[in-house]
């Protein structure tokens, strides 16, 4: 009796905090409606038009997760940021059980399709290890994506924005990572985030189209790195037009006098949008930076707006709409 009492009073806290939304409770114990997390996203009808949220028990839940296009609309809340866990361990090299190779591409530990997706209190993991190469935590394909106060941890190329049509925004997160550990083609605003290295390496591998005026933008953030590192650069443009922007951030001494990184000798650095406004840190002395990045003016940076970054698109109220 105590336990359905428990169970029942908890339902009625997630009806106050989820407001008219539909909820659906993942547990491994059996206590919600679902033990796996990949089975409430499969209860998500496709074509989905209305708010549904997936409710994530504390607990590490090993699952390569797909959330398909036209399951949209969907959150996933985790009990705290810590102790709620989805994680995989596949990496580029592997051979799946079908048989076939893992690129990175097929690396996901969660491969996100639907649009306007929303994460909280959540760790996103690869578990593949230091040295197993390419191994996406998350790859996010969808539009209006926005994650708050998540972890993203494993090492290289974590963070796989991978569709030059999405845009995201990234809230208070922290995202750890060795080598490109934040790329691709997205539209991606980072706020009061945690960027931290784990090699002497690069943070970040942009392959911004070139009719697209942002990439990444990176406001307020903190950027630390283990202790022995001091050559991380700030990222190397993945393709020509590759766009990046640092703004008010803490550079800690990880990162390099030169501030960015070409990629293997080619030709990108040429046309790479690089930029920086009013940085700080004991890395933020831009004297030596390469001579293809920029500094901006205040008046330009001033220009560096959520509205005219993501146009039509407000990720803050896409929040409070979730409050």
């Given at each position: ?103 990175t591409r097929s690396s996901y530990s969660f ?87 784990k090699k002497n390496s690069h943070v970040t ?119």
């Amino acid at each position: 009796m105590k336990k359905v009492l428990l169970l029942l009073c908890f339902e009625l806290l997630m009806s106050f905090s989820f407001g008219q939304a539909r909820r659906l409770i993942v547990a491994a114990d059996g206590s919600g409606n679902y033990k796996t997390v990949q089975e409430a996203i499969n209860a998500v009808p496709m074509n989905n038009q209305t708010r549904i949220v997936i409710f994530i028990k504390h607990g590490i839940y090993k699952e390569k997760l797909h959330l398909d296009s036209g399951k949209n609309f969907v959150e996933l809340r985790g009990e705290s940021r810590f102790n709620t866990i989805l994680t995989y361990d596949d990496h580029s090299g592997k051979v799946s059980a079908s048989g076939n190779n893992i690129s990175t591409r097929s690396s996901y530990s969660f491969l996100i399709n639907g649009y306007n997706f929303q994460a909280r209190d959540i760790t996103f993991r690869n578990d593949a290890g230091f040295s197993a190469g390419q191994a996406v935590a998350v790859e996010a394909d969808g539009d209006k994506a926005v994650f708050t106060d998540c972890r993203f941890v494993g090492n290289q190329d974590i963070l796989f924005l991978n569709n030059d049509k999405s845009r995201q925004y990234y809230k208070d997160c922290y995202i750890e990572g060795t080598t490109d550990f934040i790329f691709g083609s997205a539209t991606a605003w980072f706020e009061n985030c945690h960027i931290h290295s784990k090699k002497n390496s690069h943070v970040t591998a942009a392959s911004t189209p070139q009719d697209h005026p942002y990439g990444f933008v990176f406001n307020n953030c903190t950027l630390t790195g283990d202790s022995a590192l001091h050559m991380v650069s700030l990222g190397r443009p993945w393709r020509p037009y590759a766009c990046v922007i640092y703004m008010h951030c803490y550079l800690g001494e990880q990162v390099k006098a030169e501030g960015w990184s070409n990629w293997n000798k080619t030709e990108s650095y040429k046309t790479a949008r690089y930029a920086e406004f009013e940085n700080y840190g004991p890395a933020a002395d831009v004297t030596a930076r390469v001579t293809w990045s920029k500094q901006l003016t205040p008046a330009r940076a001033g220009q560096i707006t959520l509205r005219n970054v993501f146009g039509d698109w407000d990720p803050l109220q896409a929040i409070t709409n979730i409050e």
